[in-house]
């Protein structure tokens, strides 16, 4: 079965400091996506990347292809940041746009 | 604003009861999907849709149903034939461009 692993499971920050998640996946995609889960619950998009880079303000996260994996890079990080964060990726091949997911990492930014 | 509603967000019921878990979208996306999440464990595809009048089940179907009568809508009902229904269930919709998510119903069954 095609996994996607993230680490680490749990982190906790200072504010202020540069925080990476680490995502990596076995097989072949077609598109991987970052997600951010707040404690109520609900589910924000924060990338959708097939290769290279992006940034969106604080956030920044990169793809490489040829070793099936993905960071996902917070500066100047904030107790606002605290949620869980959602690797999950489309396999090449895969029907419609089914998403598989990794288990998340919790991340906690104490003033 | 065009988005995800999943209503309602916490929901209480018997064992043995069925139960409908609603979901509906206003971005005019054809794919729509039902997740379950449990603590500890990643999304795990229940069913989803498509298209209209069309649906496949997913990973963890056994003891769900849905429908898509509509393009707006994907109701997810949880028969009493699942084992387990305690659990977070969250709605998502998407085009090529990426995917949008519901806020999630918390179910719980006493």
């Known amino acids: 079965k095609n996994e996607v692993e993230q680490s680490p499971q749990n982190l906790t920050a200072q504010e202020g400091e540069f925080i990476t998640i680490n995502c990596s996946y076995s097989?072949?995609?077609?598109?991987l996506h970052w997600l951010q889960q707040h404690p109520g619950g609900g589910i924000v998009s924060l990338f959708m990347?097939?290769?290279g880079k992006k940034k969106h303000g604080r956030l920044i996260a990169t793809i490489n292809i040829q070793e099936k994996h993905s960071s996902l890079h917070i500066t100047a990080s904030h107790p606002r940041d605290s949620a869980v964060y959602i690797c999950?990726?489309?396999?090449?091949?895969?029907?419609?746009?089914?998403?598989?997911f990794g288990k998340g990492t919790k991340l906690s930014v104490i003033p | 604003d065009g988005g995800i509603t999943q209503s309602p967000k916490y929901l209480f019921r018997k064992e043995g009861q069925n139960v409908t878990l609603s979901c509906e979208q206003n971005?005019?996306?054809?794919?729509m999907y039902w997740y379950r999440q449990d603590p500890g464990q990643g999304l795990r595809l229940i069913y989803y849709?498509?298209?209209?009048?069309?649906?496949q089940k997913g990973d963890i179907a056994e003891g769900y149903s849905v429908s898509r009568e509509k393009k707006e809508s994907f109701p997810l009902t949880v028969t009493s034939a699942q084992k387990n229904p305690t659990a977070f269930y969250l709605c998502?919709?998407?085009?090529?461009?990426?995917?949008?998510f519901g806020s999630g119903t918390r179910l719980t069954v006493v």
């Open positions: 998502a919709s998407s085009t090529f461009n990426g995917y949008t």
């Open positions: 999950a990726v489309i396999y090449s091949g895969a029907g419609s746009y089914q998403l598989t």
């Open positions: 849709s498509q298209i209209v009048n069309d649906f």
């Open positions: 971005l005019n996306h054809d794919a």
């Open positions: 990347l097939s290769s």
């Open positions: 097989v072949g995609i077609s598109a």
